[in-house]
């Protein structure tokens, strides 16, 4: 379970867990995984060659709030209105971009 979410510099999210470990995550790889089904319809259409930013792209983007939704997950709601993304636990989890994880991801087929 997070113990303690903040933000790191600019554009990084930092999650704590009770185990001990530390998550760190940019707000873009959180979004870029956003779970909520208009973003993966999103990631699955075929690039648009006219296309210059996705709206996810947007500057400013950051996450305004993550209350928890039920007990085993999170919600982000970002400064651009997008609310439906529903984050489990396991998926953030999943997602964390620290040293430790970053190397284990190498070796492991993603999903
Ligand atoms: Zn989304
Ligand atoms: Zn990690």
Not at 15 to 37: F, K, M, Q
Not at 42 to 65: G, H, T, Y
Not at 82 to 97: A, F, K, M, P, V
Request: charged share 25%; glycine share 6%.
């Amino acid at each position: 379970m997070p113990v303690a979410l903040s933000k790191d510099g600019p554009d990084r999210l930092v999650i704590e867990w009770s185990d001990g470990h530390r998550s760190v995550y940019t707000w873009r790889h959180l979004r870029d995984n956003c779970p909520c089904a208009g973003c993966r319809e999103e990631r699955q259409k075929p690039p648009d060659p006219f296309r210059i930013l996705k709206p996810n792209e947007l500057v400013p983007l950051a996450p305004l709030r993550m209350p928890p939704v039920g007990r085993y997950a999170y919600k982000i709601v970002w400064s651009d209105g997008h609310d439906s993304g529903i984050y489990t636990l396991e998926h953030l989890r999943s997602l964390c971009q620290c040293p430790q994880c970053s190397v284990r991801a190498a070796y492991e087929p993603e999903t």
